[in-house]
């Protein structure tokens, strides 16, 4: 069955530390592996999408790696913002003929003054 | 440039009742979506168009109708609410169906309540 399960569920870290949330995935044929932040209230907003070949991708103080091998990807946040308080959710695309989804159930960052 | 937009941001209806949820995008995108997004769970794609006049199911379409006309709207209609459809709503679009690396935009979403 293709998932993709986020840990943890749940994070509070202090502003200015760094944090990494976790991704693995079941998805196949595996097309690329995309990071959405979602504030509260909002649609998701994407971060960055790495295909097969990357392994690392950076969005200022976002970084996401991969690891097809392992079917594994986290995303790092450096020096971490009160405006990163958000769900970080892991989505893995699917090559079948059109772009299929399949999406995390995220993680809920809450980045405390 | 608006990106996509939804109307209404909220709704409350009785079960058996009908209402559209209206999407538009300003962008020019082919490729536009329906999701809800429910507690617990990710996102779960409702229907998709490929292009104006191209519509297919997703993973949970029943109860729920779409259609595309023009390139810039895609409304998702509730034929007779049920309370299992109380659940936020997410319209989606991005250049093309079949680019690996295409940016999805996704609307401010549609909170829905079916009483």
């Known amino acids: 069955k293709n998932q993709v399960e986020q840990s943890p569920q749940s994070l509070i870290i202090l502003e200015g530390k760094n944090c990494t949330l976790q991704c693995n995935y079941t998805v196949s044929p595996f097309s690329n592996l995309r990071w959405y932040k979602q504030d509260t209230g909002r649609g998701p907003v994407s971060l960055t999408i790495?295909?097969?070949?990357?392994n690392t991708k950076s969005n200022g103080r976002y970084t996401a790696t991969l690891d097809a091998d392992t079917k594994q990807s986290s995303l790092h946040i450096t020096a971490s913002q009160l405006s990163d308080s958000a769900s970080y959710i892991c989505v893995v695309g699917m090559n079948t003929g059109f772009q299929k989804l399949v999406f995390g159930t995220g993680t809920r960052l809450l980045v405390s003054p | 440039n608006a990106g996509v937009t939804q109307t209404p941001k909220f709704q409350v209806l009785k079960t058996g009742q009908s209402m559209t949820l209206q999407c538009a995008q300003d962008m020019n995108h082919e490729y536009m979506s329906w999701y809800r997004q429910d507690p617990g769970m990710g996102l779960r794609l409702i229907h998709y168009?490929?292009?104006?006049?191209?519509?297919d199911q997703g993973e949970v379409p029943n109860g729920y109708n779409v259609s595309r006309s023009t390139t810039e709207d895609f409304p998702l209609r509730l034929l007779s609410a049920a309370p299992s459809q109380t659940s936020v709503y997410f319209c989606?679009?991005?250049?093309?169906?079949?680019?690996?690396?295409?940016?999805?935009?996704f609307g401010p979403g549609t909170r829905l309540t079916v009483l």
């Open positions: 790495m295909t097969f070949s990357e």
């Open positions: 989606a679009s991005s250049y093309a169906a079949g680019g690996r690396t295409d940016t999805q935009y």
């Open positions: 168009s490929v292009g104006a006049g191209i519509t």
